[in-house]
């Protein structure tokens, strides 16, 4: 008597010849123009003085999870706007995340922070000097040119387009640079990696055909 398909596929299972569900795919792409000098806002406080960093890229899916890295000398680092910028692939329009709220803090650097929405602590509410460690964004924002203060706002969107990390230097006389700038994503696209079958598995023919159609389960946030 033959076996049953699902009897066939249970035995596979548990002789570990199928491969399991298949982790969701991760991306880390870093800017590669640095290190960027932060140019100071003028004496009147004209606009005109942002400074971005930007990272292309080409990456399926959609996004499940992004965090932002950043590594910046600045001599009054409470005086910066720092935000998280992406245009999707095909979009006219930006949305815009605001990692760091000019807090009037007067120590040094953000030296090697991780903005990480499942993070324990707040940037604005850690004890400066930041770094190294992983902060939640600002929880003083978002202000006016900001959509949102959580890095949540861009799941659901495309992977694919422009990241720009956007600074802006609210006084004069202190100054800063852009030491590195990365940007870290999870998205649903499902990498597809061959797996080899034994051959004695291979002879089972065609009656395995079927279970071609077993859907895989993408991880979901």
């Known amino acids: 008597?033959?076996?049953?398909?699902?009897?066939?596929?249970?035995?596979?299972f548990c002789c570990g010849l199928l491969a399991g569900p298949a982790a969701a795919a991760t991306y880390s792409l870093t800017y590669s123009d640095g290190p960027l000098a932060i140019t100071e806002t003028d004496e009147n406080g004209d606009l005109g003085n942002w400074v971005y960093a930007d990272i292309l890229v080409d990456a399926p899916g959609n996004i499940t999870d992004v965090n932002i890295f950043v590594d910046i000398t600045h001599t009054y680092i409470g005086d910066l706007d720092i935000y998280i910028a992406h245009q999707e692939e095909g979009a006219s329009s930006w949305k815009w995340v605001q990692l760091y709220n000019n807090n009037n803090e007067y120590r040094n650097n953000m030296s090697n922070v991780l903005f990480d929405d499942q993070a324990t602590t707040y940037i604005n509410n850690a004890a400066p000097p930041y770094g190294p460690g992983s902060f939640k964004p600002t929880s003083n924002g978002p202000d006016a040119d900001g959509d949102s203060n959580l890095l949540s706002f861009f799941n659901g969107d495309l992977a694919a387009g422009i990241w720009s990390l956007a600074l802006y230097d609210n006084v004069q006389y202190e100054t800063g640079t852009l030491n590195s700038f990365r940007v870290d994503l999870e998205t649903d696209a499902v990498p597809q990696t061959a797996v080899p079958l034994p051959g004695a598995v291979v002879l089972l023919g065609s009656g395995l055909g079927a279970l071609a159609g077993v859907r895989r389960r993408s991880r979901q946030k």
């Open 1 to 12: 008597m033959k076996k049953s398909i699902a009897t066939l596929a249970a035995a596979m």
